[in-house]
């Protein structure tokens, strides 16, 4: 398993983390529209890890600069705190920090914005304490095409660009997952931040009295992300709720993962795989992948 310092109180149990592969790998929107006519609507996901992950908002927001950009909405942050409130029980002060600190999401707010005769959605505010590997300073302003040019393989994303913003952030909640694999357990992972990098993992897993698997040295990091229209103030607001847990105990939950897990990656273009950062470890995780 990962090594002891690695480990933190914020990790997810394997069990609870949601398992949604798909082979051939592709870049997708995978929306899903989440439940309504009564039923709640899971917008948010709070367990007994919540103080944990306050924790880690609080050691974040002491660089605030890198973490919360931009100026909220005071009507949006209300309707944030109502909607928790709803949800979860848990009433939170209708305000920036409280609610970044109080939630185990993350979450952007986007302003639905005239320009040349088109309405355009650009994120006006970013409280985002745990990025993978991303800058949230680099996304202010930004339109959803311009947020995901950086993403490799982006063409399907690209291509329903329009449809995605009008479903997900101008008609009903949506729902979906994005999964990596990463170095490390840290929730936090800004690109400026020092962290266990992929040949930091190699190396600890070639040391002598090592495992000599890099299996042991990787987690499954996944994105739950969801969002809320609020048409009535031509906003809308992204959730992100990350989670995170080591690999060999995901992949022990269930029967055929490890399997599943190598046939995805193995279909992921070399385009992708650079920007995921594995070009170096791909193969050698596909090949103990092949043994687990």
Known sequence: MPDEDTMTD?????????WTLQ???????????????????????????????????????????????GTPDPQVLRAIAQAYAAQTGVDLAA????????MQEDFVILHDEEEAGTTTMRARFLSVCFPSNWAPAEKLGLDFAAIHAPVADNALLQTGARGIIDMAFRQAPMLRHVWLLTPNGDLAQHPEARRTRWEDALAAADAPGGSGRLLDQVFFRVERQTTLPLPALRRGVFFIRVMAAPLAGVLAVAPGRAAELCETLSSMSEAVVAYRGMTAVRDR???????F
Request: hydrophobic share 45%; charged share 30%; net charge positive.
């Open 23 to 69: 082979s051939p790998f592709r870049m997708r929107p995978g929306l899903a529209r989440l439940p309504e006519d009564g039923a709640p609507v899971a917008l948010f996901r709070r367990d007994a890890l919540a103080p944990a992950y306050a924790e880690g908002k609080r050691a974040a927001l002491a660089q605030r600069e890198r973490c919360q950009i």
């Open 10 to 18: 914020s990790l997810t149990p394997a069990a609870d983390l949601p």
């Open 95 to 102: 305000e920036a920090d409280r609610l970044a600190v109080g």
């Open 285 to 291: 995780l596909c090949a103990e992948l092949r043994r």
